[in-house]
């Protein structure tokens, strides 16, 4: 349970992730549409643009002016140091790429904050789709403003689900084909968004039941698991331990949802 100090101190963080995720995504419309210059990374379907860097920048020195001491880790610029024990901003300045890339409105800003290893508040901004999602710790979560809970289904054939492919998808057999196969015989429905943070968002708010993904980066999921946690829902690895920030597979759910899809996924042992 969080002090009246710390508390004081999530709602400024808080605000602060708001006011730079509201500037970032303004970079991010300006770029929407645009013929991009685009660069690959270590896989060619792994892309970089100009308004990543941007949006990450402007993250970083609203950041470093706030709270110099702090550490920062972020996806285009990696880890900056700061003091040991302080916060540590955990950034994707553009979840979404792809999307992004191609014209498609469905990208976000996600921020958060961690305190003493834990994760205390996020900030998911999809600016396109004007949704701007928000966590503290203890506190709920919220759609632009209003209290958001998990959905009540409780069955898989009932179930809207989403997931998302890894970049290595061509040269690895760790690839989630197999396991999106199996899922696809047994839910309502399965889409892919192509942003892992508005995924864990849409968990959260009831549009989505359930959602897996592997291979993920800490930046990805950060803000949208404590979402998804502070909206009634259950996040966990594919065998049911913790979600943890570094191991890159989630499973975030309903709760209601949450055995059925570990049974699948413990049941899926071929790569195709
Ligand atoms: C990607 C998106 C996508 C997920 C990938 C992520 P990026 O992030 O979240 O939905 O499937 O694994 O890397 O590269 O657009 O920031
Ligand atoms: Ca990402
Ligand atoms: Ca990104």
């Given at each position: 349970?969080?002090?009246?100090?710390?508390?004081?101190?999530?709602?400024?963080?808080l605000?602060?992730a708001l006011?730079?995720?509201?500037?970032?995504?303004?970079?991010?419309?300006?770029?929407?549409?645009?013929?991009?210059?685009?660069?690959?990374?270590?896989?060619?379907?792994?892309?970089?643009?100009?308004?990543?860097?941007?949006?990450?920048?402007?993250?970083?020195?609203?950041?470093?002016?706030?709270?110099?001491?702090?550490?920062?880790?972020?996806?285009?610029?990696?880890?900056?140091?700061?003091?040991?024990?302080?916060?540590?901003?955990?950034?994707?300045?553009?979840?979404?790429?792809?999307?992004?890339?191609?014209?498609?409105?469905?990208?976000?800003?996600?921020?958060?904050?961690?305190?003493?290893?834990?994760?205390?508040?996020g900030v998911?901004?999809?600016?396109?789709?004007?949704?701007r999602f928000a966590a503290v710790?203890?506190?709920?979560a919220t759609?632009?403003?209003?209290?958001?809970?998990?959905?009540?289904?409780?069955?898989?054939?009932?179930?809207?689900?989403?997931?998302?492919?890894?970049?290595?998808?061509?040269?690895?057999?760790?690839?989630?084909?197999?396991?999106?196969?199996?899922?696809?015989?047994?839910?309502?429905?399965?889409?892919?968004?192509?942003?892992?943070?508005?995924?864990?968002?849409?968990?959260?708010?009831?549009?989505?039941?359930?959602?897996?993904?592997?291979?993920?980066?800490?930046?990805?999921?950060?803000?949208?698991?404590?979402?998804?946690?502070?909206?009634?829902?259950?996040?966990?690895?594919?065998?049911?331990?913790?979600?943890?920030?570094?191991?890159?597979?989630?499973?975030?759910?309903?709760?209601?949802?949450?055995?059925?899809?570990?049974?699948?996924?413990?049941?899926?042992?071929?790569?195709?």
């Amino acid at each position: 349970m969080a002090n009246s100090h710390s508390t004081a101190l999530d709602l400024q963080y808080l605000d602060t992730a708001l006011t730079l995720a509201a500037q970032a995504g303004d970079v991010l419309l300006g770029g929407l549409g645009r013929s991009l210059i685009i660069e690959t990374k270590s896989e060619t379907t792994d892309l970089v643009t100009r308004f990543d860097r941007e949006a990450e920048a402007l993250i970083v020195e609203g950041l470093r002016a706030r709270y110099p001491h702090h550490r920062i880790l972020a996806e285009e610029g990696g880890e900056r140091a700061g003091d040991p024990d302080a916060p540590c901003w955990i950034i994707d300045p553009l979840d979404g790429t792809t999307n992004f890339a191609h014209g498609l409105p469905v990208f976000s800003v996600s921020i958060a904050c961690q305190v003493a290893g834990q994760v205390r508040v996020g900030v998911v901004y999809a600016p396109a789709m004007g949704w701007r999602f928000a966590a503290v710790r203890g506190r709920g979560a919220t759609l632009n403003g209003r209290p958001i809970g998990v959905s009540q289904i409780a069955t898989l054939d009932r179930a809207m689900l989403s997931t998302g492919f890894p970049y290595d998808r061509r040269s690895s057999q760790q690839n989630n084909f197999a396991q999106f196969i199996a899922f696809k015989r047994r839910a309502q429905g399965i889409r892919r968004f192509g942003s892992a943070a508005i995924d864990l968002s849409l968990v959260a708010c009831g549009r989505l039941d359930g959602y897996w993904e592997m291979k993920l980066k800490p930046w990805d999921i950060a803000a949208g698991l404590l979402l998804c946690e502070e909206a009634g829902g259950q996040v966990s690895s594919w065998s049911g331990g913790p979600a943890e920030l570094g191991r890159g597979e989630v499973l975030a759910t309903n709760r209601l949802l949450h055995e059925p899809m570990l049974d699948v996924l413990r049941n899926v042992t071929q790569p195709l």
